[in-house]
């Protein structure tokens, strides 16, 4: 969501001053107690450039696990030298991958790595990995970049990484296990910029709808929107505070329509499918595969890293710890105008769900835009009018331009914004269809449910619930909340923008056994725009279990919820931290188990260290299922409660 109208900020440095960049950590899942996941490091090939020439050397990657006290020596079944696969190359540029795999234990420990190439040995970096039944600390954002419709002189803009620091400052007191991106890990809209490819700017101005349309794509156009998506993605991804939290906290992530191009899939079916727009979205694709999920089709063929694996869309599945799973659903890869996904994608993820195993009591939905939101009334469709008249009358194409109301697509400039999110009126009956498929969730798993979205630039907190409401909302099966994180860089709309929305919001009924809120979450703070927040934000998560939070047993109300904690910015009065936060926790299903199960002591266990006490909820045993789902971790691990 947001303007693209002009070139991004850039932070990060110049891609031809780099010889090589990287690393990125990213978290795959576990599975029967293995952790697994990859680096990504990116060098130059010989030849190819770069301050201080290429290098053709095989990058090597050094990993030190080993749980012992700072002075003792690193033994050498602690130490091991891994070699990476060539993922593939792309203007000089060439990718590798190294896989990690790790069993995890009864205690939390944390692992160094450091790369080498061409002779020389990068920082050394380290993460955390969980103990066996521990559920994890991770961290949530969306929106890393910003629009063209944020000011030179914005306050976000002079810091543009407040927040980060933020995040890091949080992970170096508590580390975090993982850290989900929920969409527009970058802005790539200067692809059709002057900056980006010269190619698509000159198509963007062509007046003749059908000669754009009919635009057949060229040579020219492949180089540079190839060159303009991966120095973008290399300069955004190295932006320090955002490397160092990319190369140090696993990442998890699911992109939105920046990672493509604003408004992605919500465009005329016949702009959707010009051969410029459906090479463009073939370039995007390819990088967001590469620096988002360290892969490529050739690769995942045999990997299998995703819910489907025929190339169409990347949905996922991965295990929080035992007592949370985190689904992510591809809600770009198939879109259309009229569908956000196909009927297919919910059969899918109807099966996928189904079949996981007793265990976790929550499920975190990674919805890119908001299922509860404000409408605009009345505006999709004079838009739409507006739309559907610079198609059909040059006239009236060539005033609309002049006006600056149209964009490179000729079609109204906000129209995207409003018929890319859920509220939209085109999206009425699929958007029930799918709070439908998450009540079927809870209902027949037994899981709390919380969706967990980004997109708009504002914070905000809203819930699906029961009609007729049930007074304690942990006893609503069909309660769920829904978290709105964003942006973590980019600059929030403006108050009286954000208080026009309001005025246009209501609860009301999604059918007739569901409602729907937003919540008045920032009063008193913000009285007149107490249920979306106008400021940068970040979303920190964790179980209320020890040791995220005081002493707490089974009967305790909150016990085992799932804690969402909004980090928020107030640029005109910066404390060198997020100056606000809000807690909402999602309760555990009122049909979830109750019993507590510790891992962890006070010493030795069975000749081995164990730090911190962990205070978790119960894992049941259960058989693997038949489709092919990771084993929720832990299982078979006998628990004793601590006294």
Known sequence: MGGGKGPEQRLGPAPDTLVTAGPWLRYQNTEGGLWRGSVLFLTREAGSGGTGGGSALLPSLTVVDGFRDGDEAVSPEERAQLSPVKLDTADGWAFWRFDLEFRLTPFQRSVQYQVESGGSSGPTYTFWLPAIDQPMHFGYYSCNGFSSNVKPNAPERQDATYLWRDLLAVHAAFPMHALVGGGDQLYNDLVFKQEGSPALAAWGEIEDYDQKIKTEWSPAM???????????????????????????IPQIMMWDDHDIVDGWGSYDPDVQA????????????????????????????????????????????????????????????????????PQSTYDLLERTVAALPEGPQHIVVLCGCPLIFPAIPTAESIL???????????????????????????????????????????????????????????????????????????????????????????????????????????????????????????????????????VRTFYPNHPRTDKLVNARNWCDISLVAPPFSPPTVPSDPDFGGLRFVLRVENAFKRMGRAEETYTVIAPRHPQAARAMVATGSLGQKNGVKIDAAVAVAAVSVAARPEVELPAAPGLGVTAQRVS
């Not at 799918?434 to 079927?440: A, G, N, P």
Request: charged share 25%.
């Open 222 to 248: 492949q180089d540079e929107v190839t060159r303009a998506y991966l120095n973008n993605y290399i300069t955004c991804f190295m932006v320090p505070e955002v490397h160092q939290a990319f190369a140090g």
């Open 274 to 341: 010009c051969p410029v727009m459906q090479n463009t979205f073939k370039v995007a694709r390819r990088f967001y595969l590469l620096f988002q999920h360290h892969t490529t089709d050739e690769f995942n063929a045999k990997a299998k890293e995703f819910l489907l694996n025929d190339g169409s869309d990347f949905h996922y599945l991965k295990y929080m710890g035992p007592q949370v799973v985190l689904l992510g659903v591809d809600m770009r890869s198939q879109r259309s105008k009229e569908r956000i996904l």
């Open 384 to 518: 739409g009018g507006v739309s559907w008249m610079v198609k059909h009358s040059p006239t009236m194409r060539r005033l609309f331009r002049k006006t600056g109301l149209l964009d490179r697509y000729d079609q109204p400039e906000i129209l995207d914004d409003l018929v890319d999110g859920w509220a939209a009126d085109i999206h009425t009956e699929e958007r029930v269809q799918f709070i439908h498929l998450l009540q079927k969730f809870s209902t027949d798993k037994h899981l709390r449910v919380t969706i967990l979205s980004g997109d708009a630039h504002v914070g905000g907190v809203g819930r699906l619930y029961s009609r007729p409401k049930i007074k304690n909302l942990a006893d609503d099966p069909l309660y769920m909340p829904q978290i709105i994180s964003s942006a973590i860089m980019n600059g929030p709309p403006g108050h009286n923008i954000v208080r026009m929305l309001l005025r246009t919001n209501f609860a009301g009924n999604v059918d007739s056994r569901t409602r729907q809120k937003m």
